[in-house]
C-alpha cells in the first residue's frame, strides 16, 4: 500500500487533470446531494470549507444556506499554531485571501465554536468506504473536528477520489458521511437529533 504522501499527490494529481466545466458539473451533483440530506434541511448552523482548486465546490451551497437564513462558519487557519477557527459569515464578498491561497473570513471576524454547528462540510483528498479522509496533510481538519460536539461531519467529495483503503494514524478522525456527486454514504458513527 502506498503510504498517505504518495496517495495524497496521486489523489490531487488526479483531481487537478479534472477539466473545470466537469469539475463544476460535479461540484453541482455533490451540492444537490447535500442540500437534500434531511442533516442538511435541520441543520441551522453549518460550517463549511471554501473551495478551492478542483475540490467539491462550495460556493453555491454556502450562497443558498445563506439565502436560506442559515448560519454559515467558515474556517480561517492558523500557520502558528496548526489550528482552524470558525467564523459567522454574512456573504461571499467578506472573504479574503488567506493562508494556503484559501478565501478565509478578514481579519477582526469573531470566531465562533465548532460545536455550535449542526453540520461540518469537509473537504477531502481521498476518502474510503470506512470513513476515513485524506486531507492535505497539515491535521487542520482533523485537529478542528476533535471539536465539533454533536455536528455531523460530511465529506464532500467525487466519485473518481475513492481509494480502496487509506492508511489512518491516530491523529485521524473518521466522517460521518461522505457526500459524491452520485451517493451518500452513512458510516452510522452519529445521528442528527
Do not use: H, N
Given at each position: 500500500m502506498m503510504d498517505k504522501r504518495q496517495i495524497r499527490a496521486e489523489a490531487i494529481r488526479q483531481r487537478q487533470g479534472i477539466p473545470a466545466d466537469k469539475a463544476e458539473a460535479l461540484s453541482e451533483g455533490v451540492r444537490r446531494n447535500v442540500e437534500a440530506l434531511p442533516e442538511y434541511s435541520r441543520a441551522r448552523v453549518i460550517a463549511s470549507y471554501v473551495a478551492k482548486d478542483r475540490e467539491a465546490g462550495t460556493r453555491r451551497l454556502i450562497e443558498g444556506a445563506l439565502a436560506g437564513r442559515k448560519t454559515v462558519l467558515v474556517p480561517k487557519s492558523h500557520k502558528e499554531t496548526a489550528d482552524l477557527t470558525f467564523h459567522a459569515l454574512s456573504s461571499l464578498s467578506e472573504l479574503r485571501t488567506g493562508e494556503f491561497g484559501v478565501l478565509e473570513p478578514p481579519e477582526g471576524s469573531e470566531a465562533v465554536a465548532l460545536d455550535r454547528a449542526d453540520l461540518v462540510l469537509v473537504p477531502v483528498v481521498a476518502w474510503d468506504y470506512g470513513g476515513g479522509r485524506l486531507g492535505?496533510?497539515?491535521?487542520?481538519?482533523?485537529?478542528?473536528?476533535?471539536?465539533?460536539?454533536?455536528?455531523?461531519?460530511?465529506?464532500?467529495?467525487?466519485?473518481?477520489?475513492?481509494?480502496?483503503?487509506?492508511?489512518?494514524?491516530?491523529?485521524?478522525?473518521?466522517?460521518?458521511?461522505?457526500?459524491?456527486?452520485?451517493?451518500?454514504?452513512?458510516?452510522g458513527r452519529t445521528s442528527f437529533a
Open positions: 492535505y496533510g497539515k491535521g487542520y481538519f482533523d485537529r478542528g473536528l476533535k471539536k465539533k460536539g454533536k455536528a455531523v461531519s460530511v465529506g464532500l467529495a467525487f466519485e473518481s477520489q475513492r481509494r480502496d483503503a487509506l492508511p489512518q494514524g491516530p491523529m485521524d478522525v473518521q466522517l460521518d458521511m461522505i457526500v459524491t456527486e452520485e451517493r451518500v454514504i452513512r458510516f
